[in-house]
Nanobody
Framework: LQLVESGGGLVQPGGSLRLSCTAS????????VGWFRQAPGKERESVSC???????NYADSVKGRFTISRDNAKNTVYLQMNSLVPEDTAVYYC????????????????????WGEGTLVTVSS
């Protein structure tokens, strides 16, 4: 039972990346899935979450730039990141739990059932 993130890398400011979070051994369909990030020297913060029925939540810092979506047939949740800025540099993690999107993104992080290992996003020229 695991979550695996992919799609991270080095991108220039203003560029785009799409992160993927794929589950194996269990279905994401009945879970909310969230993206979180941790920059060097900072606490992990929520970025965006999506509920099992498609409700979404975004951090103010990414609204209008990031889009979360899910493909239940592929057991995968995506985070499309556009107009990236250096402040978006972080390790990005996905998590899953049977919660609402709002609670997942604004509540305590220690209630998640599953966490991925993370994927590094570096925004730099």
């Amino acid at each position: 039972l695991q979550l695996v993130e992919s799609g991270g890398g080095l991108v220039q400011p203003g560029g785009s990346l799409r992160l993927s979070c794929t589950a194996s051994g269990f279905t994401l369909e009945t879970n909310a899935v969230g993206w979180f990030r941790q920059a060097p020297g900072k606490e992990r913060e929520s970025v965006s979450c999506i509920s099992s029925v498609g409700s979404t939540n975004y951090a103010d810092s990414v609204k209008g730039r990031f889009t979360i979506s899910r493909d239940n047939a592929k057991n995968t949740v995506y985070l499309q990141m556009n107009s990236l800025v250096p402040e978006d540099t972080a390790v990005y993690y996905c998590a899953a739990a049977p919660l609402s999107a709002q609670i997942m993104c604004t509540g305590p992080q220690d209630v998640m059932d599953y966490w991925g290992e993370g994927t590094l996003v570096t925004v730099s020229s």
